[in-house]
């Protein structure tokens, strides 16, 4: 009797550690997959075949969300290590207008030309978990007058010659509000690489209806989801892909997920990202 009751504890004993050791590994491996997912930035790169007179590059971030420092990078860093022809955001740069100084400075010390598109979180910010108040331009605008690299495109283009390529960039007003407008004598201007900046990818439908040229679309605003999990909910943007991809007439739609957050400080299954393109003639 008393060695059975010895057995029995040493089996207890047993798995209680076993019990331990899967807790540790499960509370591990979520603490790395919230680091990696949230708090590392993956620098992605994506080669362009185009008929261009020269080659260039250029890096696309968005949704920053206060979020500039990063474990493994620091934004201004890596994109003058990086050394880009030039710099396109699409917008949601600060949750609060508090921090929004800071977010604006790390894009000023950038060492290239950056052009800057509205988000949502340009006319709202963040008060707590469920509520926003509107707010106004002026802060944003004085901030970005602070910079000369700084360019805001409020439903207007702005042309950049690099080398031989003419390159027209046109930013659209958050469509989210309805606030895109275009001026269909931009039609008319000759360049090389038409690109579009917008913060939301239904953007697209005002460029199919108002029958809008252009060779590269690059938005934000969905976070790849964010909380990347769709079994558990849905968005309004799940109908569109993350990243960029090839679509008709060798044009290009590339849908950012991001840098920061909103709400929950936490990103699953969605790392964030600078997207690098490298825009170079076509091989034949």
């Known amino acids: 009797m008393f060695l059975r009751n010895n057995h029995s504890k040493n089996i207890y004993k047993e798995v209680i550690i076993i019990f331990y050791?899967?807790?540790?590994?499960i509370v591990i491996a979520t603490i790395s997959i919230i680091i990696s997912s949230t708090h590392l930035v993956k620098i992605e790169h994506t080669e362009i075949q185009k008929k261009v007179p020269s080659n260039f590059r250029f890096i696309h971030i968005s949704d920053i969300h206060n979020k500039v420092n990063f474990i493994n990078v620091r934004?201004?860093?890596?994109?003058?290590?990086?050394?880009?022809?030039?710099?396109v955001v699409t917008g949601d740069y600060s949750n609060t207008q508090k921090k929004l100084p800071r977010v604006i400075e790390e894009l000023g010390v950038i060492k290239h030309p950056v052009f800057m598109v509205l988000g949502n979180y340009e006319r709202e910010e963040q008060k707590s978990f469920l509520r926003k108040r509107k707010i106004s331009l002026d802060k944003?605008?004085?901030e970005i007058n602070k910079y000369n690299n700084l360019k805001l495109l409020i439903n207007?283009?702005?042309t950049l010659i690099i080398?031989?390529?003419e390159?027209?960039?046109?930013?659209?007003?958050?469509?989210?509000?309805?606030n895109e407008d275009y001026d269909i004598e931009i039609e008319k201007i000759d360049n090389d690489y038409k690109i579009i900046l917008a913060h939301s990818p239904n953007i697209i439908n005002t460029l199919e209806s108002k029958e809008i040229s252009y060779d590269h679309i690059l938005v934000g605003h969905t976070h790849g989801r964010q909380i990347n999990i769709p079994i558990l909910y849905k968005t309004l943007y799940d109908g569109f892909h993350i990243g960029c991809k090839k679509i008709d007439n060798d044009q290009y739609f590339s849908i950012s997920r991001g840098l920061g957050t909103v709400r929950i400080p936490l990103r699953i299954r969605s790392i964030p990202v600078i997207d690098i393109y490298y825009v170079e003639n076509e091989k034949y």
């Open 156 to 158: 207007e283009n702005s």
């Open 75 to 87: 934004i201004s860093s890596i994109i003058n290590s990086t050394n880009p022809d030039f710099v």
């Open 167 to 178: 390159i027209l960039i046109y930013g659209f007003d958050n469509s989210i509000y309805g």
């Open 140 to 142: 944003l605008i004085n």
């Open 163 to 165: 080398g031989e390529t």
């Open 21 to 25: 050791y899967i807790t540790g590994i």
